[in-house]
Antibody
């Protein structure tokens, strides 16, 4: 049972980057996938989520990224994505994808994280 | 948005009991989850729904939640327990719905 992120790297301010989150060991299509980020030495910040097909793949985002970030998923590939545009230095962080089973439940599976650095 | 407040740091001697608090308005009416994060690693769930432990988490880890304070208690603390601990809740009336505390650094 795991989530594996990829796609992080160095990008210039104003640039774009797309992260991937590959799942294995559980029924991905029934799962809600969230993205959580953590700037160096800072706390955890919820970024956004995408619900399962049964919930119409609905998405929601934190105010800080709304309009800049888009979450999608391909259940046939058991993979979720985080498309990030108009990146700024304050978006520099480790990005984790996380599984949530029920809204009020806990984030029970975390990926290892992928580092995104926005710098000129 | 809903705010969760944790002490920045807690220090405890090996073998003693560590108590980490998480304060929020009427937090006792919500389900609180706790995560442990060691340096350079992803967070790991250690307590969910206030008091439950995932498989593989030692019985030394316990939780409680009442009133305006949730508490994570670590008994017989070991050097390997050192790290950051975050509380988290879901609040349907908050934006965002999923909220984390600022984290507490546990030093052993």
């Amino acid at each position: 049972v795991q989530l594996v992120e990829s796609g992080g790297g160095l990008v210039q301010p104003g640039g774009s980057l797309k992260l991937s989150c590959a799942a294995s060991g559980f029924t991905f299509s029934d799962s809600e996938i969230h993205w959580v980020r953590q700037a160096s030495g800072k706390g955890l910040e919820w970024v956004g989520h995408i619900r399962s097909k049964g919930n119409s793949h609905a998405t929601a985002y934190a105010a800080s990224v709304k309009g800049k970030f888009t979450i999608s998923r391909d259940d046939s590939k058991s993979t979720a994505y985080l498309q990030m545009t108009s990146l700024q230095t304050e978006d520099t962080a480790v990005y984790y994808c996380v599984r949530l089973v029920v809204p009020q439940g806990a984030f029970d599976i975390w990926g290892q994280g992928t580092m995104v650095t926005v710098s000129s | 948005s809903y705010v969760l407040t944790q002490p920045p740091s807690v220090s405890v001697a090996p073998g003693k009991t560590a108590t980490i608090t998480c304060e929020g308005n009427n937090i006792g009416s919500k389900s609180v989850h706790w995560y442990q994060q060691k340096p350079g690693q992803a967070p790991v769930l250690v307590i969910y729904y206030d008091t439950d432990r995932p498989s593989g988490i030692p019985e030394r880890f316990s939780g409680s939640n009442s009133g305006n304070t949730a508490t994570l208690t670590i008994s017989r603390v070991e050097a390997g327990d050192e790290g950051d601990y975050f509380c988290q809740v879901w609040d349907s009336s908050s934006d965002p719905n999923w909220v984390f505390g600022g984290g507490t650094k546990l030093t052993v």
